[in-house]
């Protein structure tokens, strides 16, 4: 996979690397490297929450740092086209011991090699539900 600096903007595998890239980020607490991913005006929605757009989104996402929140990502499917990316994968949101692990479909739309639109749909029951799912031991 390209890295972000080798980009080619509009190019279907360099969209993907953007989004790959910019969730990468998220997941080792990198929030400057995942926001110089997203675009000033950027939306951010989440299914039954009200959407974010610029700034505000990197002071939502500031707060997993803050609390203390764990945040892990599986991609099982991408694909590409004219600057949209779409992914389904494996979210993995942490507060504490607690672990809600849910199925996430998100839809990115990328411009100039940033990230103008991050739509993530996902059932808000079954997140919520995860936290008390009983994991197997091991």
């Not at 989104?57 to 590409?80: E, M, N, P």
């Amino acid at each position: 996979m390209p890295s972000p600096g080798d980009l080619n903007p509009g190019d279907p595998a360099s969209d993907i690397a953007t989004v790959e890239a910019m969730l990468e980020a998220l997941t080792r607490g990198g929030l400057q490297t995942a926001g110089a991913l997203l675009a000033p005006d950027v939306i951010w929605r989440n299914t039954g929450l009200p959407a974010v757009r610029g700034r505000h989104v990197l002071r939502v996402l500031g707060g997993i740092d803050r609390l203390r929140l764990s945040f892990s990502v599986v991609t099982h499917h991408r694909a590409a086209a004219d600057g949209v990316v779409l992914n389904d994968r494996t979210d993995v949101l942490g507060i504490g011991p607690l672990r809600s692990v849910f199925p996430v479909r998100g839809t990115f739309v990328v411009r100039d090699g940033r990230i103008a639109l991050w739509d993530d749909q996902f059932s808000l029951r079954q997140f919520l539900i995860g936290f008390f799912r009983r994991r197997p031991s091991g």
